[in-house]
């Protein structure tokens, strides 16, 4: 890599070999279980992804999707014929009346691509030309958790691998110190509850799920020794373990027993290299600064960007980053401008840091939730508040790097943001897309399990090239 | 009835081709169908209507007007000539590699000695095969062990030498109970009176035994103290957990505790005991979130009992067939959601309450609760009785007018909405006692009629009142009244708003049917499975037993018999064992495990030769004991046991061992993990509060699933983190802490205390180099904490003891054994 990181150990030792198999320690017994045969694929174009996931369904209506007929017919309403029958939630199915709802932010064409953005990302509108707009993504569900699972796993039922998951599994990892799927939230938020699952292993192997990375004392859990344990004396004691393993070791028939050695050691270096890749202080200030104020206080949205930042420089594989709040029911005008004063700075801020770096060419940024919003009102529609519904079947997501065209908005949905009629994305295909991005065909990353083969994209999904440079 | 002579039929030719041809279906035929043929013409996608999974199918007239297959006559078949043509545009398998000459010519002999299909071995009933004879006679102590020996035999193997005794003492200890054994047990089978047999009676006889086997059933009844989904609140159903350690500890014959989980309300007066049992389908998920289609989530967990009850009992990947045929086993779409009708008529909705449950009573309130119990059901009955008459029956007929208003239709609770509209469009006349009784009753509920009012504010009151006595409520499973039974559908591609033809409840044509006098209900159903006749139920319970004590199953894919899972590695041990367990010890799990665990295979030694290891790397024929990582709940277990913390307690609501902060920050939910005070924290594994998006931090990065779903086989792995728990969890410190001060107590000198505590851990003395390096370690951690006082204090947590904060350092090194962490 042209970027250092400051974990980085060259490979010097048959020990070293095994933790460089990162969270895969698995061993001879496990072979079987870990080992994926990397199958032939496409020629990646990136090496890692940072996914920055707005948990709740942000509004395309009042971020990216501008529809001057909604803004005109404002209060009128949903004629019958556009919805067609399309089941709503229990929240909204009983309403006498579906009246559209205008934004209530101005919107503007940005950079040479002319992409429409609002008022309230003014900082990602100025990177317009940098962005891969998708404006016509669909998905199945219609409540939160089918929804979220869905996105992430492939799958409504819960109970199968998340992405990171299945890019842990089928490129393994490229650091030794450092899992090879990390997940970040913005602390101190609201909203939908956010679950392990988004982010576990399912039915692989459990080295494959995602690992929470915590602002505060201790950021993986039982990262620290307990009290009265100084790292020094830690060491000591695990060079005494290790002395105890390789006894056993030395009996014949007990060579896995490597793999439990390496398994304490990557743990002891975990124990270094996670502070120090998390504690920000060496980063000069024109770049914290960039990511705006919030970058200085850990765990908020802007101080997870600049960590995922560091962490891909670290080879970490997949970064998720989820921040919630965005389920605007009601209140939505004053709930989303919230939402976008943290996010809007940070999320624009990695695309153009990873780019001064050289990094945007071989890893992808993507922006988005699980799904969008309805172009008619929830509850009371006045001039100055309004809510919306959840809506499957049309929404806004942004991507940037990783071989995805900049510049570009793809797809088109209807005058009254409904329906899609140019060009739809479903989940299955963008996660194919993602796939496809990082080198491998989605229908040849599988998993056997109660009999069948499993994989990310079920039986679903086709690339959608239009998107690839 | 066609299918089930067609069944007959199929049967009836596996008898036939014990003549022995040279072309066998199950071996040289299947493979090539499976591999090369079904993917296109099979149980997912039928192209040219050809479907290769039946040969009422496969010698059918395809589209193209042919037959794929005239038994008998390869020439005449058309599955020759195209998998011989030259041109590849003919071809098949299309744009694939053609099929090599010998499988062609295989096909072509099969077909011509009449192209019978044999029954994968997994659908016929297993029969008790002869005892095989072996090489070395001396060595069998059971039957199961002449069927390894003589597979040894074949492979030019032998088995190891038995393994040391306190290994064995170690090995069959954490097997039956979960827990090691005291010392004083080990001696006392080591050196002492006690013979191994009585020892492993006395493990039987305990009720650790109980919560042992527990945990792993909790695993495929998906047991868990949430609900699931995206609020997960809380959910009481820790006496089905009770309920499944007591039925262990008493043996309850496996048929019985089949039949009590899956249909036990239906069993002549239930017993109250019986009606928990039922709670095992009701550990599926309810999702709670806002704005969820009821219908949506309840068929969800209908689906999901469906799926569950094939793969504990039949070992079968059914799931498949939610959305079409099942693309390798002979499983129709159809018969999926037969199946289906057997759990598709209880009285859960997906409620947030969890209705139907059963209420206990504090026993003071005891006689008040049955009293208002019994009062409630008056009620209802007087509700239903002056719904129905005049006055009240036409203010619902101008109801029933206004129900395309959502307001009005609003008002009926989700699940019911359909039905009510489709019923109130059949004219009144034609309605029959169960349509008039439902739109009766659910008008009754929002009747404005002054009566009516009275009789549910009375119902109200006394809810309010039995709300008061705050009785434990248990979700159970209740079957419908008639008037309410739902009508079963085919779900076309598994999607519950797409329905297609209706149907009754039934099992598939490829097993044994249900005997024409059985219920076709889920009792018929569950004693269905547990009948002789069933050819799975036997096999895939031993199997699951045999998994946990050697690592694998003698089915690898616990979860699948089916033609894609895994070979057996033993067809006639397994089947030995599944008819041992039917009829020599009636369905007794105790007699299964003493059987296997006095074997002469599960005593040897677990160490290995270079090559041995060669010859057999994953111990798939048992020339050595079984050498693998503890389970999740093992490896706490045991940590608590072995420092003497762990609490015997057993039973009751679950309880919150020490977690890191902050972990529960579900924004719905006020509820908080709360540390349990005194005992309750160090209770075993199976009694910590299990939450299905957040569990506890210890069990998943060992390895235990989320109880989302059933899930039949953990797969082990090894990661950093969980280095991390064994050093860092307070629960795994404070482990150490105590061990420390129970090591103090047993030595008077620090080589002493160090091997004290080995042998706690480990059953064994420590070898003389280990000795050293424990003795070094100590020596250097006194050194420094002689230097670091206040360092000592914290990590004993009490004394500034330079010896016992070393001997705590010691401690943690013992527990963090990978000898410790593996059964060998």
Request: net charge negative; aromatic share 8%.
């Amino acid at each position: 890599m042209a970027h250092e990181c400051h974990n980085y150990r060259p490979i010097t030792s048959r020990r070293d070999f095994l933790g460089r198999m990162g969270l895969g320690l698995g061993g001879v017994a496990l072979a079987s279980l870990v080992a994926m045969k990397p199958p032939p694929g496409p020629v990646a174009r990136a090496r890692r992804i940072i996914y920055l996931f707005q948990s709740g369904g942000p509004s395309q209506f009042e971020l990216f999707d501008y529809k001057p007929l909604v803004n005109q017919m404002h209060g009128e309403e949903l004629p019958a014929s556009v919805r067609q029958g399309q089941r709503l939630t229990g929240m909204t199915g009983f309403q006498n009346s579906l009246p559209l709802a205008r934004s209530h932010f101005d919107f503007a064409q940005h950079g040479q691509s002319g992409a429409w953005v609002s008022e309230l990302m003014p900082h990602v509108a100025s990177i317009a030309d940098e962005l891969c707009f998708v404006r016509s993504m669909h998905t199945e569900a219609i409540n939160h958790d089918p929804a979220i699972t869905f996105f992430l796993t492939g799958s409504q039922i819960a109970g199968r691998p998340s992405m990171g998951s299945w890019l842990s599994y089928g490129l393994g990892s490229e650091n030794d110190n450092l899992p090879a799927f990390c997940v970040l939230i913005t602390k101190d938020k609201s909203g939908q509850p956010l679950y392990s699952r988004l982010w576990g292993n399912g039915f692989l192997p459990s080295l494959h799920q995602g690992v929470q990375f915590r602002s505060g004392a201790d950021p993986v859990l039982y990262l620290n020794n307990p009290e009265g344990v100084s790292a020094k004396v830690r060491r000591r004691m695990l060079t005494r373990l290790r002395e105890l393993h390789e006894l056993k070791a030395q009996e014949p028939g007990f060579e896995e027993i490597e793999a439990r050695i390496a398994q304490y050691e990557m743990a002891y270096r975990m124990q270094t290299s996670v502070p120090d890749v998390m504690d920000l202080s060496d980063e000069p200030d024109h770049v914290v600064n960039m990511y705006g104020p919030d970058a200085r206080n850990p765990g908020t949205f802007a101080a997870n960007c600049l960590l995922a930042r560091r962490l891909a420089e670290c080879g970490v594989r997949f970064i998720q980053l989820f921040h919630q709040g965005w389920d605007h029911h009601g209140g939505l005008p004053g709930g989303i401008r919230v939402q976008c004063r943290e996010t809007d700075q940070p999320s624009a801020a990695l695309v153009t840091d990873l780019k001064q770096r050289g990094m945007l060419d071989d890893t992808l940024v993507v922006w988005g939730g699980e799904f969008g919003r309805t172009n008619y009102c929830q509850g009371r529609l006045t001039d100055e508040d309004y809510g919306r519904d959840h809506h499957p079947r049309c929404f806004t997501l942004w991507m940037a790097g990783g071989g995805v065209k900049a510049g570009l908005s793809y797809g088109r949905t209807d005058d009254f943001g409904y329906n899609i009629v140019q060009d739809p994305v479903h989940v299955h295909d963008l996660q194919a897309t993602l796939l496809h991005i990082l080198g491998i065909d989605h229908e040849k990353l599988t998993f056997k399990h109660q009999g069948r083969r499993y994989r990310l994209t079920d039986v679903h999904g086709h690339v959608t090239r239009a998107l690839l440079v | 009835m066609r299918y089930h002579i067609l069944a007959a039929f199929y049967i009836g030719l596996i008898a036939g081709c014990a003549r022995g041809p040279d072309v066998e279906f199950n071996t040289d035929i299947r493979p090539i169908l499976n591999e090369r043929c079904v993917g296109c013409h099979g149980g997912i996608q039928r192209q040219g209507d050809l479907n290769l999974l039946f040969r009422s199918e496969a010698t059918a007239m395809a589209e193209s007007g042919k037959p794929a297959i005239v038994p008998g006559q390869p020439g005449q078949s058309e599955l020759i000539r195209r998998v011989a043509h030259s041109d590849p545009e003919y071809r098949m398998p299309q744009d694939d590699a053609p099929l090599a000459s010998e499988e062609v010519r295989a096909l072509r002999q099969w077909i011509r000695e009449g192209a019978a299909w044999e029954q994968h071995w997994a659908y016929v009933a297993p029969e008790r095969p002869s005892v095989p004879a072996v090489s070395w006679p001396g060595w069998p102590q059971r039957d199961l062990d002449f069927f390894i020996l003589a597979r040894l035999d074949a492979e030019g193997l032998e088995p190891s030498p038995p393994a040391p005794c306190p290994t064995l003492v170690r090995r069959v200890t954490l097997d039956l109970t979960g827990l090691p054994p005291e010392p004083e047990a080990t001696h006392a089978v080591c050196n002492g009176p006690l013979r191994y047999e009585q020892y492993v009676d006395q493990l039987l006889d305990s009720p650790r035994y109980g919560e042992r086997w527990a945990a792993m059933w909790l695993d495929l009844a998906r047991y868990a103290d949430s609900k699931g989904y995206e609020k997960d609140i809380g959910r009481t159903i820790w006496r089905y957990r009770d309920w499944v350690v007591q039925a262990f500890n008493k043996d309850k014959p496996f048929d019985q505790f089949t039949v009590e989980q899956l249909a036990g309300d239906l069993l002549p007066n239930p017993s109250e005991d019986q009606l928990i049992a039922t709670a095992f389908n009701r550990n599926t998920m309810t999702n709670t979130e806002g704005g969820t289609d009821d219908e949506e989530f309840r068929t969800a967990a209908v689906v999901d009992r469906v799926n569950t009850t094939w793969e504990v009992w039949q070992g079968t990947s059914f799931s498949c067939v939610q959305c079409h045929g099942h693309p390798y086993d002979p499983f129709r779409h159809h018969e999926y959601y037969e199946f289906f009708a057997f759990f598709n008529n209880t009285a859960d909705r997906d409620f947030d309450d969890e209705y139907p449950t059963l209420p206990q009573f504090d026993e003071a309130d005891v006689a008040e609760g049955a009293a208002l119990l019994e009062e409630l059901e008056a009620l209802e009955r007087a509700i239903l009785r002056l719904a129905e008459e005049d006055a009240i029956a036409k203010a619902r007929q101008l109801w029933e007018t206004q129900l395309n208003r959502p307001e009005v239709i609003g008002q009926v609770r989700n699940m019911l909405q359909n039905e009510v509209r489709r019923v109130s469009l059949v004219p009144e006349a034609q309605r029959d006692a169960a349509q008039r009784t439902l739109i009766a009753s659910v008008y009754a509920r929002i009747s404005p009629d002054s009566q009516l009012i009275a009789l549910r504010e009375r119902q109200g009151d006394i809810r309010r009142t039995m709300g008061e006595l705050n009785p434990l409520q248990t979700p159970i499973m209740q079957e419908l009244p008639a008037h309410q039974r739902r009508r079963t559908y085919v779900f076309e591609r598994g999607s519950f708003l797409a329905r297609g033809e209706e149907v009754t409840a039934g099992t598939p044509r490829a097993l044994p049917p249900l005997p024409e006098d059985a219920p076709r209900n889920r009792l018929g159903m569950a004693q269905w499975l547990v009948s002789d006749a069933n050819p799975l139920t036997a096999r895939v319970t031993v199997n699951r037993f045999w998994e946990q004590l050697f690592g694998t199953g003698i089915v690898e894919s616990l979860e699948d018999f089916g033609t894609q899972g895994y070979a057996p590695s033993h067809l006639e041990l397994l089947d030995h064992l599944a008819v041992s367990l039917r009829e020599d010890c009636a369905w007794s799990i105790k007699c299964l495990l003493r059987s296997i665990v006095t074997s002469s295979t599960y005593q040897q030694s677990s160490s290995v030769t270079p090559e041995l290891k060669a010859a057999d790397p994953y111990n798939r024929l048992l020339a050595r004991g079984p050498r693998f990582r503890l389970s999740a709940e093992q490896i706490r277990d045991q940590a608590l046991h072995v420092s003497g913390l762990l609490s015997p307690a057993m039973y009751g609501p679950p309880v919150m061992p020490p977690q890191p902060d902050g972990l529960w920050n579900n924004p719905y939910d006020g509820r908080r993990w709360t540390t349990s005070e005194g005992d309750d924290r160090y209770r075993r594994a199976l009694y910590t509060y299990w939450r299905r998006t957040i569990p506890y931090p210890s069990m998943v990065t060992f390895d235990s699933p989320t109880r989302e779903y059933c899930v039949s086989r953990r797969l082990r792995t090894n990661t950093p983190l969980q280095a991390l728990v064994g050093l860092n969890d307070p629960v795994f410190v404070e482990a150490a802490q105590a061990l420390a001060r129970r090591m103090a107590s047993r030595g008077e000198d620090a080589p002493s205390r160090l091997a004290a505590g080995y042998v706690l851990a480990l059953a064994h003395m420590p070898n003389n180099k280990a000795r050293q390096t424990l003795m070094s370690l100590y020596e250097e951690a006194e050194a420094h904490y002689r230097e670091h006082p206040a360092d000592a204090a914290a990590l004993t947590g009490a004394a500034e003891s330079a010896e016992l904060a070393a001997l705590t350092l010691a401690a943690q090194a013992i527990l963090n054994l990978d000898s410790f962490l593996m059964k060998e």
